[in-house]
């Protein structure tokens, strides 16, 4: 039985973050995934947001960026537009077989080992802590030990279950349709598109441009028995700004797969176990954006292991939550205060189903704060057209960068 300081279980983002910075800080770290090839197949729309990274010094490869976004158009019953250019919603996409294999790369490059087509079955465990744990590998059955383990096993993670913690609600889980589509005629190259409606129920659909005529489509939704597959296809053939745009294209790769909603849980560490990325919901909960949220997050899971090792304290990750809300906390509450106002405005009875979209397109654009209840609530009873200038005379008071027209 091989002993090591930290095993990370999962090669995402997530996993590869905390074995970089768990290896880099001294420690003995096996990394190991399940898939045959890192990054594949890509469960993911490919937007990563410009202000993160920077922040944070994730260092994107040049080779895994497709394209650079100028901002974000938000549809709201197909007629009405929220163009957002501020530098929120400025964001690059990116190619997830490339991106995530740099940064499992990085990974090894910092010394942490890396197995891939290695699965992990089952662990022994002694109260709540983590003794050993077996792998299948190929056709061999690997089993270690491990001081910490750092679960980076994604929204179904297996540690979970095997420790008791609670599982993601339904609600709590958006389920995407998708594929990367060629030959488009995009309506706005060099921009995301978010469409808000009745067709796309609790969620959105999305267009991410990849170059001039390819792009990442999709429809993902929140809490529903049946998957937006049901409605996909008839979505892009049927919806009128999104139809003219695919008509004429191809799917060359689908990308579908189910992503936390639920911000961030709290009961991220049990025992000497450390979850992170989607196993512990860390994304940006609005709009479900996790790559980068859970590199960052990996990486302060394994600095954080690296201090209950070289201390002797295992008992040190217990803080793991702490640092979180110390880095990420402020931006994972904005998220989440703007994802709950969202789900309290779609699921409301008294305001009208066109205005449930309007006010969600208003809230999930940032262009207005959600913690402005008294603006929401004013907006409900106003036509339109008067929602257009008060959202209008409210821009041009904050000097926010974006615009609120009719189509
Ligand atoms: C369709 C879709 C669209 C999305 N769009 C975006 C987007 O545009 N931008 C964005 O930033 N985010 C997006 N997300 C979310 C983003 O993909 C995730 O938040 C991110 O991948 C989370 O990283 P992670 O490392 O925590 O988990 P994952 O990337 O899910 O990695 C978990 C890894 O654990 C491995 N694993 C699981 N179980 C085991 C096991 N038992 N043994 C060994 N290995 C195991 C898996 O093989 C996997 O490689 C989207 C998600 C979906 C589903």
């Not at 993911?44 to 976004?69: D, R, T």
Request: charged share 25%; net charge neutral; with cysteine.
């Amino acid at each position: 039985m091989r002993e090591y300081d930290v095993l990370v279980i999962g090669a995402g983002p997530g996993g590869s973050g905390a074995a970089k910075s768990a290896a880099e800080n001294g420690l003995k770290t096996l990394c190991i995934d399940k898939k045959l090839v890192i990054g594949s197949p890509v469960e993911c729309g490919e937007a990563v947001g410009m202000s993160l990274p920077k922040e944070f010094n994730i260092k994107i490869a040049p080779e895994a960026v497709n394209l650079k976004h100028d901002g974000t158009v938000f549809w709201a019953n197909q007629n009405i537009k929220i163009d957002n250019y501020s530098e929120i919603w400025k964001s690059m996409s990116v190619n997830r077989h490339i991106l995530d294999k740099t940064f499992a790369h990085e990974a090894v490059k910092s010394g942490a080992k890396l197995i891939v087509s290695a699965e992990f079955v089952d662990a022994k465990i002694e109260g709540n802590r983590v003794i050993s744990v077996d792998i299948r590998h190929m056709n061999k059955k690997l089993k270690v030990k491990p001081k910490i383990v750092i679960a980076a096993d994604g929204l179904n993670s297996k540690m979970a279950e095997l420790l008791g913690r609670r599982k993601f609600k339904s609600i709590e889980i958006g389920k995407v349709a998708g594929y990367e589509m060629t030959n488009m005629k995009l309506a706005e190259p060099k921009k995301i598109q978010m469409f808000f409606e009745d067709m796309c129920g609790m969620g959105y659909g999305y267009i991410i441009p990849k170059s001039k005529t390819t792009a990442n489509v999709g429809l993902g939704s929140l809490g529903i028995k049946e998957t937006p597959w049901d409605v996909f296809d008839e979505f892009l053939e049927d919806h009128p700004i999104i139809s003219p745009q695919v008509k004429d294209a191809s799917i060359i790769e689908v990308k579908t797969g189910f992503a936390p909603i639920s911000g961030p849980l709290s009961e991220n560490v049990i025992g000497n176990t450390i979850f992170v990325g989607d196993a512990a919901g860390q994304n940006l909960s609005h709009v479900g954006e996790g790559a980068i949220p859970s590199q960052i997050c990996g990486r302060l899971a394994g600095l954080i292991s690296a201090q209950a090792i070289k201390n002797n304290k295992i008992e040190i990750i217990n803080n793991y939550q702490k640092t979180i809300k110390e880095t990420l906390g402020p931006l994972f509450n904005h998220c989440d205060k703007i994802r709950e106002k969202i789900i309290e405005t779609w699921t409301s009875e008294e305001i009208p189903a066109e205005k449930r979209y309007l006010i969600g397109t208003i809230l999930v654009s940032e262009i207005v704060p959600p913690e402005l209840g008294e603006f929401f609530e004013n907006l409900i009873g106003l036509d339109e057209q008067t929602i257009i200038t008060e959202v209008s005379k409210f821009l041009n008071k904050e000097k926010i960068k974006a615009k609120i027209m009719k189509n």
